[in-house]
T-cell receptor, first 115, second 111 residues
C-alpha cells in the first residue's frame, strides 16, 4: 500500500463545475503539499498545510490530521485548470523543528476541464 | 529569473553512455532535492543535500548514480552506463524550510 493515495486518478469536468480531489496518507507528517503539474513537466506548489484550511483564489485546500485526509477543491473550474494535481507529504521533523525535507508523492490526479 | 533552473531540459542518449544533469537552486536555499518521475507516476525521491552535505539517498539510487553539491550551490546528478529503465523526468527542487520549489526538469530518453 502506498503511503499517499489520491482519488480519483482521472477526473473530467465541464467548465464551471466544482471539483474535489482527495488525498489520504498512512504516516505521521509534518506538512502536506498540493502541487500542480502541466504537460512538459514543471511542478508548481499550490499549498503547503499542516492543519485547517487554506484558500488562494478559486483553490481551497483542507486537511484533517486525525483522519489523515486532505482535499483540494477548485471552484468555478476553467479549462486552464487542466493539469495533473499531486498530493505530497513531508514526514516527521528533526530536532531543529523543520521537516526532514523529502517529499513522498501520490500518483497524481489528471484533471481535464472541457469548455 | 530567480527560480530553480535545470540543464539540459532534454537528453537523448544511447544505452551504456554516461550523462550528467545540472541543477541551480534558488540562491538563498540551503536544501536541494533530486526526484525522478516516470510516465504516469508521481515523482520519487532520489537524494537530498543540506548545503554541501548529502544527507539522504534513496535505495532507488543505484551505484550507477552519483550526485554532488560541491560548494553548497549548484548540484550535478550523474548516471553512468545508462539503461533503458533510466528513462524518466529528473526533477530538482530547492527549499529554505518546508516549501519546495521545483525546476522544469530534465527529460532523459535512453535508446
Amino acid at each position: 500500500k502506498n503511503e499517499v493515495e489520491q482519488s480519483p486518478q482521472n477526473l473530467t469536468a465541464q467548465e464551471g463545475e466544482f471539483i474535489t480531489i482527495n488525498c489520504s496518507y498512512s504516516v505521521g507528517i509534518s506538512a502536506l503539499h498540493w502541487l500542480q503539474q502541466h504537460p512538459g513537466g514543471g511542478i508548481v506548489s499550490l499549498f503547503m498545510l499542516s492543519s485547517g484550511k487554506k484558500k488562494h483564489g478559486r483553490l481551497i485546500a483542507t486537511i484533517n490530521i486525525q483522519e489523515k485526509h486532505s482535499s483540494l477543491h477548485i471552484t468555478a473550474s476553467h479549462p486552464r485548470d487542466s493539469a495533473v494535481y499531486i498530493c505530497a507529504v513531508s514526514l516527521g521533523k528533526n530536532a531543529g523543528g523543520t521537516s526532514y525535507g523529502k517529499l513522498t508523492f501520490g500518483q497524481g490526479t489528471i484533471l481535464t476541464v472541457h469548455p | 529569473d530567480t527560480g530553480v533552473s535545470q540543464d539540459p531540459r532534454h537528453k537523448i542518449t544511447k544505452r551504456g553512455q554516461n550523462v550528467t544533469f545540472r541543477c541551480d537552486p534558488i540562491s538563498e536555499h540551503n536544501r536541494l532535492y533530486w526526484y525522478r518521475q516516470t510516465l504516469g507516476q508521481g515523482p520519487e525521491f532520489l537524494t537530498y543535500f543540506q548545503n554541501e552535505a548529502q544527507l539522504e539517498k534513496s535505495r532507488l539510487l543505484s551505484d550507477r548514480f552519483s550526485a554532488e553539491r560541491p560548494k553548497g550551490s549548484f548540484s550535478t546528478l550523474e548516471i553512468q552506463r545508462t539503461e533503458q529503465g533510466d528513462s524518466a523526468m529528473y526533477l530538482c527542487a530547492s527549499s529554505h524550510r518546508d516549501e519546495q520549489f521545483f525546476g522544469p526538469g530534465t527529460r532523459l530518453t535512453v535508446l
